[in-house]
């Protein structure tokens, strides 16, 4: 069983930049696609991005190209969610996830473990 920790999270103004990291811990994931999901309040978990093991492939959501990045370093177990231009949109809680996997996928049922989450609050 793999754990997974996220942190990073907090208040940024509208504009401003975040980076998330999520560590895992217990069986690595270094053969398995790891994500980022968020969930804002009143509304569904949606994908946000995905890597795979390798880091030579990702997806992103429409909604977070071009302004996310995500990376991987897998000596360190730990994969990382650049967030630039954020926007108030953007407020909800982060989760990453082990994907079943190894190759890239943008679905919630493909993801096996999560993280507790980190709240991101964007301001206007």
């Known amino acids: 069983q793999v754990q997974l920790g996220e942190s990073g999270g907090g208040l940024v103004q509208a504009g401003g930049s975040l980076r998330l990291s999520c560590v895992a811990s217990?069986?690595?994931?270094?053969?398995?696609?790891m994500g980022w999901f968020r969930q804002a309040p009143g509304k569904e978990r949606e994908f946000v991005a995905a890597?795979?093991?390798?880091?030579?492939?990702?997806l992103y959501a429409v909604s977070v190209k071009g302004r996310f990045t995500i990376s991987s370093d897998n000596a360190k177990n730990t994969v990382y969610l650049q967030m630039n231009s954020l926007k108030p949109e953007d407020t909800a809680v982060y989760y990453c996830?082990?994907?079943?996997?190894?190759?890239?996928?943008?679905?919630?049922?493909?993801?096996?473990?999560w993280g507790q989450g980190t709240q991101v609050t964007v301001s206007s």
């Open positions: 890597i795979n093991w390798s880091g030579d492939s990702t």
């Open positions: 217990g069986r690595t994931f270094t053969t398995y696609a």
């Open positions: 996830a082990v994907s079943r996997l190894v190759y890239t996928t943008v679905r919630l049922s493909d993801f096996g473990s």
